[in-house]
């Protein structure tokens, strides 16, 4: 059975900083992309940041780049969010998914695993 289980999430103030963890098991990931998505109340899931396989390509929201960074641990099956310089609009549940194929996209219709989530509240 595979599971995506994702931690890190919390409240921080404006500008403050966290750094989400999401742990693979069931399933080695290590030859696929993984991705970060987050849901804000009453808004459509939509894309943060993905990382290909090897880990050289990485593709960020317009809305993320230069304040996130997405990394992943191919010894832990993991995949990470950095999250720097957090504002009142990046407060959402933040799921960690991942592919059934090498699909490297933004798309949420591309993955077929998916986290429960972890709720990141920024308060100004």
């Known amino acids: 059975q595979v599971q995506l289980v994702e931690s890190g999430g919390g409240l921080v103030q404006v500008g403050g900083s966290l750094r989400l963890s999401c742990a693979a098991s069931?399933?080695?990931?290590?030859?696929?992309?993984m991705a970060w998505f987050r849901q804000a109340p009453g808004k459509e899931r939509e894309f943060v940041a993905v990382i290909s396989w090897s880990g050289s390509r990485k593709d960020y929201a317009d809305s993320v780049k230069g304040r996130f960074t997405i990394s992943r641990d191919k010894l832990k099956n993991a995949v990470y969010l950095r999250m720097n310089d957090l504002k009142p609009e990046d407060t959402a549940v933040y799921y960690c998914?991942?592919?059934?194929?090498?699909?490297?996209?933004?798309?949420?219709?591309?993955?077929?695993?998916w986290g429960q989530g972890t709720q990141v509240t920024v308060s100004s």
């Open positions: 069931g399933r080695n990931f290590n030859n696929y992309p």
């Open positions: 998914a991942a592919p059934y194929n090498d699909d490297y996209s933004q798309r949420a219709g591309a993955y077929d695993y």
